[in-house]
């Protein structure tokens, strides 16, 4: 198409769009806020899943997993060394577990304590409940918050434990007491924080005399998704024991990405044919209002396709500003919400929005304009003139 | 030279499951450079003749020949073609585009198939002066008259210099003295050698015609030869 036509067209196009100012702005809005349907909610489920896998991750999993095949790994604090120079890698932490017989104020429930060498780990420091995590060197415990409770919650007594508090742990060759220097986990539990003792390794190590042994070695990545491919490279450098990563790991965490994985392809398609049916609506009534024009154009030597044109263009620009407004309104909620993420049973949820997201939805969205403005203007277009031309 | 000849032109209308018959096997002759008006009462088949001239509808036997071309055998993209190049037409209503000036409103047909822009607007002036109205090519519809926007339909249609100029009831929406402008306008363009066909609803305005032709239930019922 030529500069001059194209510019012609172009004129129609926005002529009809700047004549109804009023109702090209609503027009708009109505198209923004579809593209937000498109975008949001599936971010936000986004936001959820990643709030679920991810505690699941920071408090069980890790990316990666290393556990003994049998009894424990052997010469711990090499393994951690060599891991901890790897590519991509932001914590290693070498963990002992032991199950104990907690006692409180009379009280008493049998739970797994966890000694860890990563004490500074932010995915514990920031799903405290209340006071503070452990300090290296010092021998203090921090519980999980069912302790807290007065019933049991999943497979744990609660105790009535409180934050300052003095803990006794029976375990299999020990018997001590620990300063409860802070609660730990989610209401709902995720990620099983709720349901278990932290301890510093150094202590947990003196404990069970399990010296620079570990049940799991658990490496934290900078990226997720670089899991799989990281696990292939420990596999590679003949690293001894069962390397696994997180989805490997944990059912519960592959399940519920699955589960969300449905809900937001669900959502994305209701969420097309809600914007089609939209920007379709819009459309056909600006059509059926131009349909003695389009006529007169036709009449005075405009072939069919330019009329397409006339109307695709239309339907394109309100598509696209409409995707810069919706864009700009995702976008400010987005980082709203990453600012201030919602507080929830399961931890704080904000939205999760991949570059990936914003591209296919504007590109769907662009894509349900330009289809939602040909149908009515190919239709139009088959109209006999005389037919649109006497349409008054 | 016959310019436009019909041959036995017949259109059915179906209305619900009765067939109306709004043409009926009409033959007519139309010499380059007349000046023709077709007249007749309501619901004679003038306009649907005018459409048919005109090639914006299709007959349902027959045949319509311009400058001895058939046109039942040309696809949509040459009957555009043709209503481009060979024929212009002004319509009973205002058919002004909203939003576009003077200028813009005659040259858009021609921009939009492909004349560049400067060639266009050359000829778009002098349709416009043609019609008498080269000092409003900056006018948008709303600031012109009834007659004034007749006349820039007018100059859209002749800026293509189509060999046949249709108009249909051009003159219905107007009052006395704007329509007997825009008829000394079609007396004009034919004196200088225009094909025009016009339809008249008043016999005084169709008498200014060449010739005149009188329709009634679809058929040619008085063909006179004024001059």
Redesign the interface.
């Known amino acids: 198409m030529?500069l001059?036509?194209a510019?012609?067209?172009g004129?129609?196009a926005l002529?009809d769009i700047?004549?109804d100012k009023k109702i090209s702005a609503i027009v708009v809005l109505m198209l923004s806020f579809s593209f937000l349907n498109l975008v949001f909610f599936p971010a936000f489920i986004n936001g959820l899943s990643f709030t679920f896998t991810e505690g699941i991750i920071e408090g069980q999993t890790g990316h990666v997993a290393i556990e003994a095949e049998e009894g424990r790994l052997q010469n711990a604090d090499a393994l951690v060394q060599k891991i901890s120079k790897l590519q991509n890698v932001q914590e290693v932490e070498k963990i002992i577990e032991t199950q104990v017989k907690a006692s409180y104020d009379g009280e008493t429930t049998n739970i797994v304590v966890k000694g860890t060498s990563t004490p500074q780990f932010k995915g514990y420091r920031s799903r405290l409940t209340s006071g503070e995590f452990l300090k290296e060197e010092t021998n203090e415990a921090v519980a999980g918050r069912f302790l807290r409770e007065d019933r049991a919650l999943g497979s744990v007594e609660g105790i009535g434990l409180e934050e300052g508090k003095n803990l006794k742990l029976q375990g299999e060759n020990f018997s001590t007491e620990r300063k409860i220097r802070g609660i730990i986990g989610t209401q709902g539990g995720i990620g099983g924080l709720s349901q278990q003792i932290f301890l510093n390794y150094k202590d947990i190590e003196e404990l069970t005399g399990a010296e620079n042994q570990a049940d799991t070695v658990k490496v934290i990545l900078e990226d997720r998704d670089q899991s799989a491919k990281f696990k292939k490279r420990l596999q590679e450098l003949n690293t001894k024991g069962e390397i696994k990563t997180w989805d490997e790991q944990s059912n519960l965490a592959e399940a519920i990405e699955g589960t969300f994985t449905i809900v937001i392809n669900i959502l994305s398609v209701v969420g097309f044919i809600v914007a089609l049916a939209a920007i379709g609506v819009v459309i056909f009534i600006n059509t059926s209002k131009r349909v003695r024009?389009m006529g007169?154009?036709?009449?005075?030597?405009?072939?069919?396709k330019?009329v397409i044109q006339i109307f695709v263009l239309e339907a394109f620009i309100f598509g696209a500003t409409g995707l810069i407004l919706g864009n700009l309104i995702t976008l400010s909620i987005h980082n709203y919400l990453t600012a201030n993420p919602i507080s929830s049973p399961i931890g704080m949820i904000s939205t999760q929005l991949s570059p990936e997201l914003m591209i296919t939805r504007s590109a769907g969205m662009l894509i349900a304009s330009l289809i939602a403005g040909f149908i009515p203007a190919y239709v139009l277009s088959k109209t006999?003139?005389?037919e649109t031309?006497e349409n008054? | 030279m016959k310019i436009i000849e019909t041959e036995n032109l017949t259109k059915t209308y179906q209305m619900g499951e009765i067939p109306v018959e709004a043409l009926k096997e009409v033959n007519l002759e139309v010499e380059e450079g007349a000046f023709v008006s077709i007249m007749g009462p309501s619901g004679s088949g003038k306009s649907t003749l005018m459409?048919l001239l005109?090639l914006?509808?299709?007959p349902t036997s027959g045949e319509v020949y311009i400058k001895e071309e058939k046109t039942s055998e040309l696809g949509?993209?040459e009957k555009?073609?043709f209503?481009?190049?060979k024929i212009g037409?002004v319509?009973q209503?205002y058919?002004l585009?909203?939003?576009?000036e003077s200028l813009?409103q005659v040259i858009?047909?021609?921009?939009?198939?492909?004349t560049?822009?400067k060639k266009a607007k050359k000829k778009a002036q002098k349709a416009l002066e043609k019609v008498g109205l080269g000092d409003r090519k900056d006018h948008s519809p709303s600031e012109l008259s009834g007659g004034q926007r007749q006349r820039v339909a007018v100059a859209?249609?002749l800026a293509?210099n189509p060999d046949i100029l249709i108009a249909d009831e051009s003159t219905s929406q107007l009052d006395t003295e704007s329509s007997e402008e825009i008829m000394q306008l079609y007396r004009d363009l034919s004196e200088q050698g225009q094909t025009v066909i016009t339809v008249n609803h008043e016999k005084e305005l169709g008498q200014k015609a060449d010739r005149t032709i009188w329709l009634e239930d679809g058929e040619i019922k008085d063909r006179n030869n004024q001059l």
């Not at chain 1, 007169?296 to 069919?304: E, F, L, S, T, V």
């Not at chain 2, 858009?108 to 492909?114: M, W």
């Open positions: 030529k001059n036509k510019k012609f067209v004129k129609l002529r700047r004549e024009e007169i154009i036709r009449a005075i030597g405009a072939r069919r330019r006999e003139i005389v031309i008054r | 459409h005109g914006l509808d299709n949509e993209k555009a073609k209503r481009l190049e037409f319509f209503f058919s585009l909203k939003g576009f813009e858009l047909p021609q921009i939009l198939e492909g560049t822009e859209r249609a293509g």
